[in-house]
């Protein structure tokens, strides 16, 4: 079998089994972030801090900032846009480039919490964490390295528990069950051959946080989203006019850890500042290998099958504010710049994802007393991605077929939200009148 057709495979295997957890991402390679209306509105500053009952996303022991029984739901609008264009150093450059490979996607989010006593809080959220779609065209200049259509989709369950220890600490975690599955289907240079992948599996792990309250003005929380182990399951299939092939095969993607820090600082009775640093642990994915069911190596024509992401750790950061318009109406704005764990030297059309910056906008509307509306936008100026898949560039991905080329990108996310509070909050208490 030819080296062209080992590379695409490799890089196949690699985007259909990762991620099965992955998306053409707006968190740094293949993770979400939209997982909160609420903390979209500011670029996400603060969130992990609390304010929303989808703060315990990031942090689960925001959940005691929420009295009584109430649930949270979103609905997020991804739409990214990204062209390439071929350079001449391509060895396909005659099929030129693409148009839009971003599809738009729907990611969902839900979130309930119960106060069981004054100081314990229950909560269950479910998510979708990572996640991927793209269209990338059957003939172009890089198509040993993305065609066709690829679709996956993870999603995560996650029940929780809250402690608030006193009034100005209090603790969280929460355990997350993910399952995940995905198929990609690719194109094989120079033979007119198609390389399909499916395949499905579970990961494990678990949410830790804490949040301090120092002065009545100023909160403090640092949410830690452990790493996990996705072990996926699936078929390899090779068609077409090179030799058929058909192997069950399995891997370990090794997922990112994250810690994010939220603040947030009250100036006055209609403004709070917020600000987010938040680490993602990119590098830890490295390189994983594909084996058969056996657990013997995966090989193709002698060599291994490997998945050489080879990421950095990602980056994020952003600022942002929030101001009370009147007693139902709350705004707030951010803005952001994130690292992306992709570098030049790994970077795949499939995922040509770069260095960028956001600008969001949101409000809050509170329809009824405990029954509210969130809305949010965001725009995000990606960098200029360059690819450079070729013999003396380094790029691990490469697979004989020389890929060089230009990119441009940017992302339209539109979200909506609501909240309810399902119990009736109590009374205050009435003052007993004195007289003489």
Not at 52 to 79: D, I, K
Not at 250 to 269: A, N, Y
Not at 358 to 363: E, L, M, R, T
């Amino acid at each position: 079998m030819s080296r062209g057709t080992l590379g695409i495979l490799r890089a196949g295997t690699a985007l259909g089994f990762i991620v099965i957890a992955t998306a053409q991402a707006t968190a740094g390679s293949f993770a979400i972030r939209e997982q909160s209306t609420y903390g979209q509105g500011s670029s996400f500053a603060g969130i992990a801090a609390g304010g929303a009952l989808s703060s315990m996303f990031w942090n689960p022991a925001t959940m005691t900032q929420m009295p009584g029984v109430q649930s949270e739901s979103t609905a997020t609008g991804v739409f990214p846009y990204a062209t390439q264009t071929p350079k001449s150093g391509s060895t396909l450059a005659a099929f030129g480039g693409t148009t839009n490979s971003g599809e738009a996607a729907l990611v969902p989010g839900s979130y309930f919490s119960y106060q069981f006593n004054p100081n314990i809080w229950l909560g269950m959220s479910v998510n979708a964490p990572f996640a991927l779609s793209a269209s990338l065209p059957d003939v172009w200049a890089g198509r040993d390295y993305g065609a066709n259509d690829s679709n996956v989709k993870s999603y995560n369950a996650s029940p929780s528990i809250a402690w608030r220890i006193n009034d100005w600490i209090s603790v969280g975690a929460c355990v997350q069950i993910q399952y995940a599955r995905g198929t990609l289907n690719k194109a094989i240079s120079p033979a007119a051959s198609e390389f399909t992948l499916e395949g499905n599996g579970w990961g494990y792990g678990f949410t830790a946080g804490v949040t301090l309250t120092p002065t009545p003005t100023t909160t403090i929380g640092i949410g830690y989203r452990s790493a996990i182990d996705q072990k996926i399951e699936g078929t390899m299939i090779l068609s077409g006019p090179l030799a058929p092939l058909s192997n069950s095969v399995k891997t370990t993607v090794d997922l990112p850890d994250v810690v994010s820090l939220g603040i947030r600082q009250r100036i006055d009775q209609q403004l709070t500042l917020l600000g987010t640093v938040e680490w993602t642990n990119w590098s830890r994915i490295g390189t994983a290998n594909v084996l058969l069911r056996s657990g013997a190596q995966a090989t193709i024509g002698g060599n291994a099958v490997t998945l050489p992401f080879q990421y950095d750790d990602g980056w994020f950061f952003s600022v942002g504010s929030e101001y009370r318009w009147s007693d139902r109406l709350t705004l707030r704005s951010g803005i952001g710049y994130e690292i992306s764990p992709i570098t030049d030297q790994v970077r795949i059309p499939i995922i040509p994802d770069n260095n960028r910056f956001w600008a969001s906008v949101g409000a809050s509307w509170e329809v009824w007393k405990g029954f509210s509306f969130d809305l949010a936008y965001s725009h995000l100026w990606v960098k200029d991605p360059s690819i450079n898949i070729t013999s003396t560039s380094g790029n691990p991905w490469f697979d004989g077929i020389n890929y060089v080329g230009d990119g441009k990108a940017h992302i339209d996310i539109l979200s909506i939200g609501i909240k309810y509070r399902w119990d009736e909050p109590a009374a205050p208490a009435k003052k007993m009148l004195i007289t003489k």
